[in-house]
């Protein structure tokens, strides 16, 4: 979706307009929320055998070792991955802090009228952090690769992800994006970080297509 210039993005109501109407016939469709990878924790555990009986008590124990959080307070997911290197029984743990669900909800489900019978469970139909939707956004490309490092660079945050034998093994994110590079190429070029950040767009397609592509 192309955002107009002179729109400003935030919580309210007018705010989410825009991208209504660019959406079109889909804005009623059911929504995926995307979670900053900083707001989780994303870690493989291999499940020992003494704990095979029973692996969701044992990740369950491990995500409030984790966190640090009772289990009130928190929220994880589990996937079942296949074995790796030197995993044999492993599974990815994805946790995060209950009012970050709630909140990311509150934020991108419309109000709902009083005649609507939907429920924000019914209107969200999956909640996933950037690192496996950038997963996903690989492994739906044609002829992915089996073993990549893929990398997700926003504006003030990036994020790096692992595809081992054609599945995500594990995402992290750190402090730092295009926004710093563009605050660097100002100062180095005498322009302003608005030129800067300028000419980053005009390189991201051939970038792109040299990652794509695997040209150096």
Not at 43 to 66: G, M, Q, V, Y
Not at 80 to 86: D, H, I, S
Not at 144 to 154: E, H, I, Q
Request: aromatic residues 6%; negative net charge; proline residues 8%.
């Amino acid at each position: 979706v192309e955002w107009p210039d002179t729109a400003e993005f935030n919580d309210s109501p007018e705010s989410r307009e825009p991208i209504l109407e660019a959406l079109g016939p889909y804005a009623d469709s059911l929504l995926a929320i995307v979670l900053p990878q900083h707001r989780v924790i994303s870690s493989t555990l291999d499940i020992p055998a003494d704990a095979a009986a029973e692996p969701a008590r044992f990740l369950e124990a491990e995500a409030r070792k984790l966190s640090g959080f009772g289990d009130e307070s928190l929220f994880h997911a589990t996937a079942q991955l296949r074995p790796f290197g030197r995993y044999r029984h492993p599974c990815l743990l994805t946790l995060c802090k209950r009012d970050e669900i709630q909140e990311s909800i509150r934020r991108h489900v419309p109000p709902q009228d009083e005649s609507d019978s939907s429920t924000p469970d019914q209107v969200v139909t999956e909640i996933l952090p950037t690192g496996e939707a950038l997963f996903a956004a690989m492994l739906a490309t044609p002829n992915p690769p089996l073993n990549a490092v893929l990398v997700d660079l926003g504006a003030e945050n990036t994020v790096v992800g692992l595809l081992v034998g054609g599945q995500g093994v594990h995402a992290t994110s750190f402090e730092g994006g295009s926004a710093s590079f563009a605050r660097a190429i100002a100062e180095a070029s005498a322009c302003t970080v608005e030129e800067a950040e300028a000419r980053l767009l005009e390189r991201v397609p051939e970038f792109s297509y040299r990652l794509l592509h695997n040209i150096p």
